[in-house]
């Protein structure tokens, strides 16, 4: 079953991938919209960084009073192609929001927020207010090294999706 649904999250991840490359997105991020250097997956520190995200997450959520977030398991999988993507120089970090958004809505079936955060700072991620305040967070994350053209260095980033309000009948 793991195998059958792996491969249709691939199935809807690469669809979207090749519908959003005709959009444009309006968003802006801190790194510059352009593909990146291919960068030699250490899924260690990818695992190190998401460990990090989570903690500092769940942390912040406990001293506003409202429950852990909620991470889809099967979800995991098929936002790692994404990250997987940026790390591997195909999508900026931009261009990864924007795949991340369609892929949210396509598999949450509502509206979605997405982030690429700065993770380069382990613990001192910095996690946005409006992720930390919704009452329930239902999430997918992955991270990944990456680096864009015009950087000297490698880059974190963490890609977050967060399901908003309920989901959509059709």
Request: hydrophobic content about 40%; glycine content about 6%; some cysteine.
């Amino acid at each position: 079953m793991w195998n059958a649904l792996g491969s249709r999250c691939h199935s809807i991840v690469l669809g979207i991938s090749l519908g959003t490359l005709v959009t444009f997105g309006c968003a802006s991020s801190r790194w510059p919209d352009e593909p990146g250097v291919p960068v030699t997956v250490n899924r260690a520190r990818n695992l190190d960084s998401e460990a990090a995200f989570i903690d500092v997450l769940t942390t912040l959520r406990s001293a506003e009073t409202v429950p852990e977030p909620t991470v889809t398991p099967a979800l995991q999988h098929a936002i790692a192609i994404i990250a997987g993507r940026l790390q591997a120089g195909t999508l900026s970090a931009d261009g990864a929001r924007q795949v991340s958004e369609a892929w949210g809505r396509a598999v949450y079936h509502r509206d979605v927020e997405v982030w690429v955060l700065d993770c380069s700072a382990g613990r001192q991620i910095r996690v946005p207010s409006s992720l930390v305040r919704q009452p329930t967070a239902v999430i997918s994350y992955a991270s990944a090294q990456f680096r864009p053209r015009s950087a000297a260095s490698e880059q974190c980033a963490t890609i977050v999706v967060s399901a908003k309000g309920p989901a959509e009948h059709n």
